[in-house]
């Protein structure tokens, strides 16, 4: 390990004294996750403004063996980017390098014709569906944080989002990378091909793989005409099976024009409407399930509203939902995407442990049943909430504990432990995965070891030993200690 000084100095020669931050009130930032689950060590926090200073820094890291974190916006939920180096003779993690990607913001430009956008890894989501917006395009990736995450995190975990129904993840949406090697070689891969047929796809690896192999510099992203008619329902149904066969029969009528389909549980739609200011239901009583549609066509004109109105129509005369609302105007599409994004504001002040499973659509409503039953007997006090991507298969189980529950750290953490084997004993019976867009991180490792089949976890370890066999990149994610 080298000496804080040397590394220090020799940073600032690379990207200037200012952008070399170590007092605490400037770095402090950096080091705590967005759930106050991690607080990082970091030796100091560095700001490269272009892909040849990040080159630069990773080629100085790894001739002093100096482990680095990238950071994007900071606000993954499973301690991605929580800065540390390597344990400690004593057991604890020593400080380690923070590299924060901010400075690196440009957009480098906008193809209609591509349909692509390309952008540096900084770049802030919701800055690069703006400048898609601005030439009459849209970028799909919409997620509740789109106004602090950056794209070259979002690309490094996969994200998914609420739009992934029709858009697919951001898995999808990468045409092409930029990459910085730990060696401080640069992949450029920002050609905006559709077809490469030219060996293994090196870039997919990259994606998800939470800067453990290198770091994510700018990337070509697809965008595709903005939709110009657009119609939004919610709709009231007694279980999750009546929302699938709903969601079957709209595709058949829309076919890839339906964009969402977002499903909340009614004890976690209560607890939005109690707790978010301007939040009301628009159904007269809260039924067992909230499913939120969206239909989009990028042709102006187009009449969505009355072929919905038709689906829902028929749905209500055999019996499949009990009420359903569409929005008159984007006021009323707003206020229903409100209740759905203020899941996450309306547990914000209480105990919770998280989960981000996905099974096969047609299992979704038995992953309920028995994550349910199984966490009730264990724990009769906890509230089990849903929401999910009714479309993608991705169920989010929140289970809620009153204020008080948990005398400290440890205790809630051997719950959330007990929680875990629980989920993941159903998610494995269903042929599910144990995380479907937050990651690994620090959080899941016991998880991703225990869920995931041995050939596949030497495969991935092998695969980091060969793009980083000095272990420097990101260390401590995605897998435990050897």
Not at 29 to 57: H, M, N, Q, W
Not at 118 to 145: D, M, N, R, W
Not at 246 to 253: A, N
Not at 271 to 292: I, K, M, T, Y
């Amino acid at each position: 390990m080298t000496q804080a000084p040397t590394l220090l100095s020799r940073l600032a020669e690379i990207v200037g004294d200012k952008h070399v931050l170590v007092e605490q009130d400037r770095i402090a930032g950096f080091l705590i996750d967005v759930r106050r689950s991690y607080e990082g060590k970091a030796i100091c926090i560095v700001e490269p403004g272009s892909t040849e200073e990040v080159a630069a820094i990773l080629r100085l890291c790894t001739e002093l063996d100096q482990p680095v974190t990238p950071i994007g916006g900071n606000t993954g939920l499973v301690g991605g980017a929580a800065v540390r180096g390597r344990p400690g003779p004593d057991g604890q993690d020593t400080p380690g390098l923070g590299l924060s990607l901010r400075r690196m913001n440009r957009i480098r430009g906008i193809s209609p014709l591509e349909g692509t956008i390309t952008v540096e890894a900084g770049c802030v989501l919701q800055t690069i569906q703006e400048a898609a917006k601005a030439e009459g395009l849209y970028f799909p990736l919409s997620l509740s944080a789109e106004g602090s995450c950056q794209i070259g995190g979002n690309i490094s975990t996969n994200a998914g989002g609420t739009a992934a129904l029709r858009y697919g993840v951001t898995r999808q949406l990468v045409m092409g990378l930029e990459v910085v090697l730990p060696t401080g070689e640069i992949l450029n891969g920002l050609a905006p091909l559709r077809k490469d047929n030219t060996g293994y796809d090196i870039r997919q690896l990259f994606i998800g793989a939470e800067g453990t192999l290198g770091i994510v510099t700018a990337a070509v992203m697809r965008v595709m005409p903005a939709p110009a008619s657009v119609a939004t329902a919610m709709v009231a149904l007694a279980s999750v099976e009546d929302a699938l066969e709903l969601l079957r029969r709209m595709h058949k009528c829309f076919g890839e024009r339906v964009s969402s389909a977002e499903i909340t549980e009614a004890d976690y739609m209560r607890l939005v409407v109690e707790r978010c200011p301007g939040a009301r239901l628009p159904f007269d009583s809260l039924p067992d399930w909230s499913l939120l549609l969206e239909v989009s066509d990028s042709r102006e004109g187009q009449n969505l509203t009355e072929p919905l109105e038709e689906v829902l129509a028929r749905a209500f005369e055999d019996g499949l939902v009990s009420d359903a609302v569409i929005a008159r105007n984007e006021a009323q599409a707003e206020s229903f995407w409100y209740l759905r994004h203020g899941v996450s504001e309306s547990i914000r002040h209480a105990p919770n442990m998280s989960h981000d499973s996905s099974v096969p659509l047609e299992k979704q409503g038995e992953y309920a049943r028995l994550t349910r039953a199984r966490i009730t007997a264990r724990f009769p006090e906890a509230r089990t909430l849903y929401v999910g991507h009714m479309g993608d298969g991705n169920m989010h189980l929140v289970v809620l504990f009153e204020p008080g529950t948990f005398a400290d750290r440890a205790a809630y953490l051997a719950v959330s432990g007990e929680l875990d084997l629980i989920i993941d004993d159903v998610v494995m019976e269903l042929g599910g995965s144990i995380t479907a867009e937050h990651g690994i991180g620090l959080s899941y490792r016991k998880r991703l070891a225990r869920s995931t089949d041995p050939a596949e976890l030497r495969l991935m370890l092998g695969i980091r030993a060969v793009f980083d066999p000095a272990g420097i990149m990101n260390p401590g994610k995605l897998f435990l200690p050897e």
